[in-house]
């Protein structure tokens, strides 16, 4: 059973370009959140998705970031007219059952993906 | 405004002997928290939690303790073992509609020398 994949690992984007992260859940998971770790921080709430909702975007800034989780590929978090202050860690959970226990709604996260923008 | 508190960035201990990673919080309405590992270039690993209605909780060799009064609990490792090092965070679950929402801490560097 794979775990989350992210991808790109890496990515490298100047001012003003679009960004576009990508998040395939584990199997059978389908509760999607994306966390934000800016350098010396610890992990940042983004948003929280399921199939074709979007169910919390608290943690997302109103504008240039939107995130998205179709009914089928992966879940997609984009940021448009991308700026230094982007330059961060994406990490992509997972979950069976919604929450952020330690049962059925442990969050599985993914390698992360890391944006650098010039 | 950070509500999850690790105010240790490193911590390096010897082999066999005991690891103690601190958290604070500041929010009341947490009901339950978990400690995630880190490695280099990987995401977090959920490690063992505990919730709010406790005051303990045993895994092998990892045991969470929580003094909610205190708004503080403790990662206790022992015996630390090389393979123990990484980066380890401190996470707080909010109650009710936002059970979902992870709060992290910035994380505490732990090195175990052989």
């Known amino acids: 059973n794979a775990g989350v994949m992210q991808n790109p690992r890496h990515l490298v984007r100047r001012r003003g370009q679009e960004a576009r992260l990508r998040c395939s859940p584990m199997k059978g998971h389908s509760h999607v959140y994306w966390y934000r770790q800016l350098p010396e921080e610890g992990l940042k709430f983004m948003v929280y998705?399921?199939?074709?909702?979007?169910?919390?975007e608290s943690g997302m800034p109103k504008e240039r970031f939107s995130a998205e989780f179709p009914k089928e590929g992966p879940s997609i978090l984009r940021i448009q007219q991308v700026v230094r202050g982007d330059s961060a860690a994406y990490f992509c959970a997972s979950s069976p059952n919604a929450g952020a226990g330690a049962g059925t709604d442990t969050q599985y996260f993914g390698p992360g993906t890391r944006l650098t923008v010039l | 405004d950070q509500q999850v508190k690790q105010n240790s960035p490193s911590l390096s201990v010897q082999e066999g002997r005991i690891s103690i990673l601190n958290c604070d919080y500041t929010?009341?309405?947490?009901?339950?928290f978990l400690w995630y590992k880190k490695y280099p270039a990987e995401g977090p690993t959920f490690l063992i939690s505990i919730s709010s209605i406790k005051d303990k909780n045993e895994d092998g060799r990892f045991t969470v303790f929580l003094n909610k009064s205190a708004k503080h609990l403790s990662l206790h490792i022992v015996p630390s073992q090389p393979g123990d090092s990484a980066v380890y965070f401190c996470a707080a679950r909010g109650s009710g509609g936002s059970n979902y929402k992870l709060t992290f801490g910035k994380g505490t560097l732990l090195t175990v020398n052989p």
């Open positions: 998705l399921q199939k074709e909702n979007i169910i919390d």
């Open positions: 929010n009341s309405m947490f009901d339950y």
